[in-house]
């Protein structure tokens, strides 16, 4: 069962804690917070939790309170053995050591409380065990194993076939698991759920587990992945969102209210004074970007502007780089920086008084996650201001930060029966000791990812690690496990299976990033594959805050001399890269819908309704009216299709749906007109929608259009349509990888990632050929279609074309301006941010001619 928690009072919870750590909570602390009222009696009686609540509030001590407590009540009794009671897992290892220093911190206060009152207690050790932890410190941690372990989830899968060291792990009282949003939408989640199960089967007495996050939803079902099954049966598990308690203070602004007729300077200029003048105001801003380049041109712009320390923070920066600026900040030395995603979860930084997000953040849940790290401390307002400078954004943001302000959050997504993890953890098991199918089948189930898991699906895993497929060992692939098929059980294969699963284990692919390196050979950083790709010589960018002129690219280099005062040519404006949630999407449907019913007095409604100021009203209401005027405004009830036809032939699909689900509709409908019209289609897509392109003499019909609606088949056109696309041969290298079909490590050497995806290719197109239905090939197909495209929700959103959603099919002499961005993306020549303005200058001319000659 999965019950909402009750508080506890004061007088409750001290009774709760042992005397010392009491004493030394009343020391420091007036009162309980929140998360803490929740958690801490309910843990120590032994009972399952998720906190959900934001960053300030305490949740860290909430979690730990308990198992200190036990802690310091056995060292007092002189009963701490050699062996781990706690494990705290975070997906962060920059996270991890800030934990370990705050609790050193309370547990040396302690122990000078004690030995003030002549009380001896044994120590009580923290270790922190991860992939940089180095061969000394792990030796140590044999010998004298921490009564806390803090970990991550790979280190977790590793440590359970450790033979030594997963013998300390037989009493584990407390599991705690933090950033738990962090993992959960994703194959690292499904991967620590299996490792739970794992630990969890080698109990001796009772495990409590507890959940951390940040805001997300639906909170039941996110509670039932931490706490699993037991053998068919849910565990039980208390939940508590003290989300609500922490007051928030959000707003959309647009530094522009003429979204069509300025130049790209201009609106460059006007941006970045309006955040000059934002971070001027304030004591320390941080600014998240959603894209590395994006975050290296705002701090190029801002050193401009302002004579004050301003820092970019990005995963392609050093280690050592990163640390640097997350301490200065901490130290309030730094007046502003500037990060893309790095600093979204909960690294400890300080204080903060103003969160700006360039661009929509595409979720309400990360809205409130970024924006939360304002106003550190719960009873401080959490201010965010949300920049926009196209007017679809603007519509977006107004939608979505009401809805965060209402706290109407986007419902996540947890993956079910990854092949490729279960592979994993199936080499994991069999190293541990020899399986029965059945018991085997059985604990992979009590995962919460897996608790659909078909029988045969198990059993065609392990009949492709047993090496059944004896014709891949020509591709280098081996058996990692033997398997009866007739007794029912599987057991490891060979002495160098150990080695094999601690090089390759972790869901995480190898991410191509491609080193940008000076002529005199200083490694400076590195960028993206896909952005090298797009590099001429003599192009000029900005990285590290600096900028340089690319020379030539060698293997995996990229060498560059530095340039001072030259102007950055590579392109590179606010990305679209993250995908806009669908539960948003359909939040704006229905404000196109408020719109259209409301437009006579729409500015009024929407400063009363939304907290927007006259400039952005206007402009939503002219944006409205002007696709009003020219074609016709889709909603959540009607579907609007135009056909702008003539040297090539568009069709917009306005299909708000976000961009996963249309990447999935568009290709089957790309693929079927394919087939009718025997030609070539180009697809466009983006969150509101997407453009199938024809040539000059190939066109669509109304009836035709009409006929891409079906239903059936879509699943299966969906997987023709990969046929030979980028997506399929990289994904189906991820997938292989962490299969184990592909190492990337084999004892010690590493495999470069260019002939990861050779071998890929090479099994990809034999899997296909022969054995159309191989669990790895499946996995990736499930991969595209379920995790990176959509395809629950794209069929969800068509099966109600034609019922509740209205078809509407209009013939206009230009792109509607709904559709300008859509248009622009089908222009190859539309590289530079200053040529775009000028198409959509010109649209926008074009539409309102033809607006006033109708009128």
């Not at 708000?656 to 089957?668: E, M």
Request: charged residues 30%.
């Amino acid at each position: 069962m999965i019950v909402a928690a009750k508080p506890h009072s004061d007088e409750e919870i001290l009774a709760s804690m042992h005397p010392l750590l009491r004493e030394w909570f009343l020391s420091k602390f007036k009162t309980f917070t929140p998360p803490q009222r929740y958690a801490i009696v309910e843990s120590s009686r032994g009972n399952n939790i998720l906190i959900t609540s934001p960053t300030g509030s305490g949740k860290t001590l909430a979690a730990f309170m308990a198992s200190l407590s036990m802690l310091v009540d056995k060292a007092e009794k002189n009963e701490l053995k050699d062996e781990v009671y706690v494990v705290y897992v975070s997906p962060l290892k920059a996270l991890n050591n800030d934990i370990r220093r705050n609790l050193e911190e309370p547990l040396s206060e302690i122990y000078d409380l004690a030995e003030k009152k002549g009380i001896d207690l044994q120590e009580i050790r923290i270790a922190v065990r991860t992939g940089d932890t180095d061969a000394r410190e792990r030796q140590k941690q044999m010998k004298k194993p921490p009564h806390i372990l803090i970990t991550t989830p790979e280190t977790l899968a590793i440590t359970l076939c450790s033979p030594k060291f997963s013998k300390t792990l037989r009493n584990v009282r407390y599991l705690i698991v933090d950033e738990i949003h962090a993992v959960a939408e994703n194959k690292r989640g499904v991967h620590l759920a299996l490792s739970m199960e794992r630990l969890q089967r080698i109990q001796l007495g009772k495990m409590v587990r507890i959940g951390l996050s940040a805001t997300i939803a639906p909170i039941d079902e996110v509670a039932r992945f931490l706490v699993g099954r037991d053998y068919g049966v849910e565990r039980d598990c208390l939940v508590a969102d003290v989300s609500y308690e922490k007051k928030m203070d959000i707003r959309v602004i647009s530094p522009i209210n003429d979204f069509f007729n300025l130049t790209a300077e201009e609106i460059s200029e006007r941006l970045y004074d309006t955040i000059a003048e934002l971070v001027r105001n304030s004591k320390t801003t941080l600014i998240f970007t959603n894209t590395r380049s994006a975050t290296e041109r705002v701090v190029y712009h801002l050193k401009k502007r302002l004579n004050e320390p301003i820092r970019a923070h990005h995963s392609s920066l050093s280690k050592e780089v990163r640390l640097g600026v997350e301490n200065e900040l901490k130290e309030g030395k730094l007046k502003c920086v500037v990060s893309s995603t790095s600093l979204e979860l909960g690294i400890d930084i300080g204080y903060i008084d103003l969160v700006i997000l360039l661009g929509s953040p595409k979720s309400i849940n990360r809205a409130l996650q970024r924006i939360g790290r304002s106003g550190h401390r719960l009873h401080e307002v959490s201010v965010g201001r949300i920049i926009v400078l196209d007017p679809d954004d603007l519509v977006e943001c107004t939608v979505l930060a009401k809805e965060a302000m209402e706290r109407r959050l986007d419902r996540i997504r947890i993956p079910e029966n990854c092949l490729d993890v279960l592979c994993q953890h199936v080499v994991g098991m069999a190293i541990e000791k020899k399986w029965k199918v059945e018991e085997a089948l059985a604990l992979v189930r009590n995962a919460y990812p897996y608790r659909n898991l078909s029988r045969e699906d198990f059993l065609s895993v392990l009949r492709y690690l047993s090496g059944e497929f004896s014709e891949l060992e020509r591709k280098n692939v081996y058996a990692k496990i033997w398997f009866d098929e007739h007794e029912g059980v599987f057991g490891r294969r060979g002495k160098m299976l150990r080695p094999i699963y601690y090089l390759n284990v972790g869901t995480i692919p190898d991410e191509v990033a491609i080193n940008v390196i000076t002529k005199e050979g200083k490694m400076v950083g590195k960028v993206e594959e896909d952005f090298a790709e797009r590099l001429v010589v003599g192009d000029i960018f900005v990285l590290a805050g600096k900028t340089f002129r690319f020379l030539k690219s060698k293997g995996m280099n990229v060498i560059v001399e530095e340039v001072e005062g030259e102007r950055p040519t590579v392109p590179s404006w606010f990305s679209e890269q993250l995908p806009l949630s669908y539960d948003l999407a359909l939040r704006i449907q229905k404000f196109r819908r408020d719109m259209e019913e409301r437009l006579e007095n729409a500015v009024e409604w929407l400063m009363e309704n939304y907290n927007i100021d006259k400039a952005s009203a206007n402009a939503i209401y002219r944006y409205f009216m002007e696709q009003k005027l020219f074609s016709e405004i889709p909603t959540d009830k009607k579907l609007v299709i135009e056909k702008y036809e003539g040297e090539k032939n568009y069709y917009f699909f306005h299909t708000l749906v976000g961009r996963k689900a249309n990447n999935a509709i568009s290709r089957v409908f790309a693929y079927r007109v394919g087939i009718m019209k025997d030609c070539n289609v180009q697809i466009v897509l983006n969150d509101n929608g997407f453009a199938l392109i024809l040539p000059e003499h190939k066109r669509l019909s109304d009836a035709e259009i009409e006929s891409l609606f079906l239903m059936p088949n879509f699943e299966d056109h969906l997987k023709k349509s990969l046929d030979r696309t980028e997506m399929l041969r990289r994904r189906f290298r991820h997938v292989a990888v962490r299969s184990f079909m592909i190492l990337r490590n084999y004892l010690g050497r590493e495999k470069s990632v260019w002939k990861q995806q050779l071998n890929a290719d090479a099994i990809l197109s034999f899997l296909k050929r022969y054995y159309p239905d191989f669990p790895v090939l499946r996995e990736t197909y499930r991969e595209i279609m379920e995790d990176a495209m959509d395809i629950k929700n794209a069929m969800d959103y068509l099966s109600r074309v034609g019922k509740e959603i209205e078809l509407k099919i209009v013939r206009v002499p230009y792109p509607s301006p709904f559709a300008f961005n859509l248009f622009i993306l089908g222009e190859e020549d539309v590289v530079l941010m200053e040529d775009r303005r000028k198409v959509l200058r010109e649209l926008h001319e074009k539409v309102m001619a033809v607006i006033g000659g109708r009128n």
